[in-house]
């Protein structure tokens, strides 16, 4: 399938009586850019209809790409006409067919009113605890304030490179000294890897263990401001505006607390520790790298595709599963795996 293109226009496409602009999201659309192909400009009802269910979170961050029906952009001259040929002119029974719809058209009225996207976000936390839990799991897509002032809203800004200029020298100073002096003896060497890739296991135990049960703690609608706003820094805001590729990886300076934290008791129980911290770090990297990638690129190798779907799933559609963000394996013990369907074609994303 071709990429599908937008013009000057945007890329306006129709579903049931309203019109949507795209083409800001074609390029982030977890279902693929390719499946949208031929869309601009038309009418997609038949096709949005035909395709897999939408959960309720896509319909709900699908309002945010809704254009005023006064808009210049919204064709006049040409309805329908694209979708017409490519779904062999089926939408003529659009109408008849709308009773088989699959996707929550009725969703609930938009939550946005309850809080102020013009202002800081992190003071509003307080004022929504009662609908915060499914407030923050209705994504949408528009700029986020966390602070007032301007020098703390910068330290809430991580592109995305400053992760590995930080961690790498971290990674390299904590395994140096033990490879240094284990250098001309093979078995100690072999020992020192061993250390390392099993701080490398850990981390992805901890990616599990803090994704599910800190950072999608259990929130109530009698939960304290306190643990809301905790909740919206460390990931909810996350979940609440998923293509902010400002507010994806980790900062350095909260994760290097967050790891000292773990580590010093952790330390005592571990031969060669300061291996086994430098595999961790390691593990930790290549998973908020990927995570990033995740989001924001364009994979061909099927495993990346796959964990891209389902990380989108868990975004989307199973926020309750799918924890792992580098691999499976743990969502596979503890049986909170997300099963894709098998798809006849390969999802593209630019
Ligand atoms: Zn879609
Ligand atoms: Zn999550
Ligand atoms: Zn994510």
Redesign the pocket.
């Known amino acids: 399938m071709d990429t599908p293109k937008g013009s000057d226009a945007g890329f306006i496409v129709k579903y049931r009586q309203e019109y949507y602009d795209l083409s800001e999201f074609m390029h982030k659309h977890p279902g693929g850019i390719n499946t949208l192909n031929g869309l601009n400009q038309a009418d997609m009802t038949a096709r949005f209809m035909k395709a897999p269910p939408h959960s309720d979170a896509a319909m709900y961050l699908m309002k945010e790409y809704k254009v005023k029906s006064e808009d210049p952009r919204i064709p006049m001259t040409k309805p329908r006409h694209q979708a017409r040929r490519i779904d062999n002119g089926q939408d003529s029974q659009e109408r008849s067919n709308e009773s088989e719809d699959k996707n929550n058209n009725q969703l609930d009225e938009s939550m946005e009113h309850l809080v102020d996207w013009s202002k800081a976000m992190l003071p509003q936390i307080a004022n929504i605890t009662k609908c915060y839990d499914e407030w923050v799991h209705k994504p949408v897509d528009r700029p986020l304030r966390l602070f007032g002032p301007w020098y703390l809203e910068m330290l809430t800004k991580t592109p995305w490179w400053l992760v590995p200029i930080f961690w790498i020298p971290v990674i390299i100073r904590f395994a140096w000294e033990d490879i240094h002096t284990s250098w001309n003896d093979k078995s100690q060497l072999a020992c020192v890897t061993g250390y390392f890739l099993f701080g490398v296991l850990l981390w992805t135990f901890l990616e599990y263990t803090l994704?599910r049960w800190v950072?999608?703690i259990k929130l109530k609608c009698n939960s304290g401001p306190w643990i809301c706003t905790f909740h919206f820094m460390i990931?909810g805001l996350?979940?609440k505006v998923p293509f902010d590729p400002m507010r994806l990886v980790f900062p350095p300076l909260p994760g290097a607390i967050l790891a000292t934290l773990i580590y010093y008791p952790l330390s005592y129980f571990l031969i060669q520790p300061r291996v086994v911290l430098s595999g961790a770090l390691a593990g930790y990297l290549c998973y908020d790298m990927m995570h990033y990638y995740l989001h924001y690129g364009n994979p061909s190798f099927r495993h990346i595709v796959h964990m891209k779907r389902y990380h989108y799933q868990?975004?989307f559609t199973h926020?309750d599963l799918g924890?792992g963000i580098s691999s499976p394996l743990w969502d596979v013990v503890f049986k909170t795996r997300i099963h894709l369907r098998k798809l006849k074609y390969q999802l593209r994303w630019s």
Request: aromatic share 20%; charged share 0%; no cysteine.
């Open positions: 994704h950072f999608h990931h996350h979940h868990h975004h926020q924890y």
